[in-house]
């Protein structure tokens, strides 16, 4: 496959004309074509690393870079080295970047031992963002594309996304890095209830 970003990265620049601040027009248009050029990036490096692995040159994939995995007792703490996205800019590119992140991080858990199994689980996910111009108004724990993670850890850790078999919370903070999502995932039955 042959994506062009280049292409994409000129139709951004277009968007936002020098010399005068850009419309509001503009700068949505601008973004649906960040958003775009996010999902083609993946797409191009995914396609990359799947022909590296064939010819037995890929050493290193960016889910193995992004991701990490720790046994913490009875307790996995996964570590994604980006913020979780927004549900409505979860394209396939990104969901599918998304699970192979976490898969990564449940391989690198399992390395250090078995990956408990709970019959009623407690998910803690944290998103750390950092601070934009004008995030404040937007960013919302609620928005967020959490499906990705409770469907990825569904028969991993625990039976079922039901509430008979898990329960979650999500909480998220500024932070001045790039951002990341932190999961843990523990017996319910441990953990401190209200």
């Known amino acids: 496959m042959y994506i062009n970003l280049k292409k994409t990265l000129s139709d951004i620049e277009r968007r936002l004309p020098d010399g005068r601040e850009p419309t509001q027009k503009e700068l949505r248009q601008a973004y649906l074509a960040?958003?775009?050029?996010?999902?083609?990036?993946?797409?191009?490096?995914?396609?990359?690393?799947?022909?590296?692995?064939?010819?037995?040159?890929?050493?290193?994939?960016?889910?193995?870079?992004?991701?990490?995995?720790?046994?913490c007792g009875k307790a996995v703490t996964l570590t994604i080295q980006e913020p979780l996205p927004v549900q409505k800019e979860l394209t396939l590119a990104v969901e599918e970047h998304w699970v192979d992140m976490m898969h990564t991080a449940f391989r690198k858990a399992a390395e250090q031992g078995p990956l408990p199994h709970f019959q009623k689980a407690m998910v803690e996910i944290l998103i750390a963002t950092p601070?934009?111009?004008?995030?404040?108004?937007?960013?919302?724990?609620?928005?967020?594309?959490?499906?990705?993670?409770?469907?990825?850890?569904?028969?991993?850790?625990?039976?079922?996304?039901?509430?008979?078999?898990?329960?979650?919370?999500?909480?998220?903070?500024?932070?001045?890095?790039?951002?990341?999502?932190?999961?843990?995932?523990?017996?319910?039955?441990?953990?401190r209830q209200i």
């Open 131 to 191: 601070r934009g111009s004008d995030n404040t108004k937007v960013w919302d724990t609620s928005n967020r594309a959490i499906q990705i993670i409770l469907n990825n850890l569904k028969g991993v850790f625990f039976p079922d996304d039901d509430l008979e078999h898990m329960a979650f919370s999500v909480t998220g903070r500024w932070t001045e890095e790039t951002g990341y999502t932190t999961i843990r995932v523990s017996d319910f039955n441990e953990w």
């Open 34 to 71: 960040i958003l775009r050029l996010r999902s083609q990036v993946l797409a191009v490096l995914r396609d990359q690393e799947d022909f590296e692995r064939v010819v037995g040159q890929c050493d290193d994939t960016f889910a193995s870079q992004m991701s990490k995995g720790e046994l």
